[in-house]
């Protein structure tokens, strides 16, 4: 027979346990919570005209990159696991190139990424968010400068993107992505609750990091967004895991270096390339999963969601589902449009990283007034589009991302061959033979 007091005791026992992960107490020095201000703009997008200096830094890391075969180990807590489970990540323009090797965790490994994280969270939290800032903005100078150029070699070479495509990603908004949201959390610390009498009583306002860890799942599309899922919840004292993705990792891997070099503390980020069921199916039956931070496919994001939801008896609090899943973005033409923007905007949307952004558009709503003219002017332009490597200057695209996207896309291709319904416009070649090449394709329905 147990008794009351043993039951009582037990509680109490446990609820001290879990206090006592949390690493920062009630009692804190006021200057914890004082922030230098500062001031922040977009990140200047550069030129790359012949014989600039970032053009010319670009064409050596481009060099460097794509010359090698880079291994990339899963890194927990600042140490190295590989695992017999090899993969490698090729260049979708040239798929008989291997830019990197990597390895896929294991759930035990996993499960170390997680027990790993929590330790660190205890010394994270501790530091003042006036330092995470401060060190923040160190390394987006150094991304704006001395990486500059591997970051874009690195995102153009593993995930096809030209040169403009890798500048406004991996450059520019991965730095305004850190320095934006580093400025965000400056200005919330600025509210503080109405104290009457200070002297007496100080009403103070202290954000603190979730309870757990975060699970960070991030897409091939954009480095930025990578960095950003990963990394900028540590602003906030949180801890993440993060799941790069497989057609992503040589530039995923930059990120996570620079951070490191940078004096980021071992355990905070961890790094897991992971078969994406094992990974999810470990951080969603963990019971100090604090949040999935998400970008991907929808059927993806709803099997994590339902995932959290089935074990929602098992977690030590209520996980938060944070997530951008791709859509049909479309064009809906008015009469009175200027035909000229309506075929310029709808090239640019629809092709521009061969249509792999998610403000990609998809489908367009013309009127019969108008369609003799768009029609005329998105066949025109579609043939002067120059497809081809990721790394030549003029390429207006490049291929899609992998083996997968490019049976799924030359599949739509061929339905609408086949379709009494439709017709192809403009496009419909598609070669696998050197890349994942697939032309920028018009069809009428």
Partial sequence: MISATQVLKTDLVKAAAKIGKRAISSVVPKTDLEVTDFKVVNEPILGYMPGSSERVALEASLAKYSGECEDIPIIIGGKEYRTDNVQYQVMPHDHSKKIAKFYWATPELVHKGITTAMAAKADWERVPIDEKIQMFLRVSDQMADIYRADLNATTMLGQAKTMVQAEIDSACELIDFFRFNCFFAKELMKYQPISEDPSTTLNLL???????????????????????????????????????SDTAILSNYLIYKIFRDAGFPDGVVNFLPSDGPVFGKTVTAHQDLAAVNFTGSVPTFQWLWKAVGENLQNFTGFPKLIGECGGKN???????????????STIRSAFEYQGQKCSACSRVYVPESLWGEVKEGLVETQ????????????????????????DRISGYINHAKASPNCSIVAGGGYDDSVGFFIEPTIVQT
């Avoid at 960070?216 to 895991?241: E, H």
């Avoid at 043939?383 to 490019?406: E, N, Q, Y």
């Fill in 206 to 244: 202290r954000y603190r990091a979730l309870e757990g860890f975060i699970a960070s799942v991030t897409p091939f599309n954009f480095t930025a967004i990578a960095g950003n899922l990963a990394y900028t919840p540590c602003v906030m004292g949180n801890v993440t895991l993060w799941k790069p």
């Fill in 330 to 344: 479309y064009h809906f033409v008015h009469p009175t449009a200027e035909v000229k923007t309506v075929v310029a």
């Fill in 383 to 406: 043939k002067s589009l120059k497809i081809g490597s990721a790394t030549d200057a003029d390429t207006f695209m490049s291929a899609v991302i992998d083996r997968k996207a490019f």
